[in-house]
């Protein structure tokens, strides 16, 4: 019987960020709890297919994966043969229906769905958090993704795994309002630049600062209060973009400022409207469903190529038809 399991994940947007490690921690340890909603449409496709023979392979969007992605994933792969026990090969093919690496979570949900589809290929039964704790060392963010109800997540960081906060119809208006800022890949991935932020001088109050804002942003999503989150969570990524800045490195681009300068000018009209962003030049405004037209303009006309709304989303969900495989050079 061919080994083989395809599931689909969402990415996740974090409400509260994950940046920056400790060194003493364990891999993509947080520094803080933090807070994320599943994001509805946004789909990664991923199927996993074991072999005694050849080598791991991991093709995305129809291309091999590049040297240095391959590194990543296939020390990945080792790490959950470690944890899991086996010993087969991986040939794992994915699809995004989104742009990759660009800063709208791919690698959460892609490191998600390479744990799922991987242990179920092995037809090993295991529990949601413990998935979520392994998912956390490909990418820290992949640990939110994993949670099968899917809404808001909470990673919590003693406990080293995401659990649902509440399902998705806890809070139906609640949107998401992605500006899309790049078609393009970034050059420096998250974990490389969270390194870098140690040795800012910013550090110090990016740790004492975080847990207010996290605990603002539970209360907020329990309490179906936009206003509370919007503000800790703009908070939040104002400061964590600052110390990203003072590390040389920056994520945002000619299209980025000018539309979160449009969301604070639309705020200022009694807008309930508040900007969050990632490692990647997208503005990703949060919003109640009646103010999605007028989020929208202003993004486009502030320099948006296009935008995507979206609400929380559904968890993963295993399927039944596989993605096929891929020949690769390495494989
Ligand atoms: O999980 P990583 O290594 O892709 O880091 C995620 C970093 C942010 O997206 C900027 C914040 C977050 O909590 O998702």
Redesign the pocket.
Known sequence: MERVATVEVSP?L?LN???GTRDNMPK?TALHN?V?VHLDGLRTTTTVRLSDEGKDSFVINGKPVSDKDFERHAKFIDYLRGELGFGSRVNLVSQNNYPTSA?L?S??AGYAAETLATVKALDLELPETRLSYLARSG????CRSVPYGGGFIEWIVKEGYARQLAPPEHWPDFRVVVGVASEGEKEI???EA?KRTRQSPLFEKWLSNGEDDYQQIRRGVLNKDIHAVGEAAERNARR?HRLIRSTGVTYWNAQSWPMADAVEALRDTGTEAWWTS??GPHIKVFCLQPDVPVVEKTLRESGALRTIVSKPGEGPMYADTHLPPVKTLSA
């Open positions: 996740n974090a960020k994950y940046w993509n933090n994320a800063g979570a690698s959460a990418s820290g963010s992949a991935s998250s974990q969270m964590m990632d490692a």
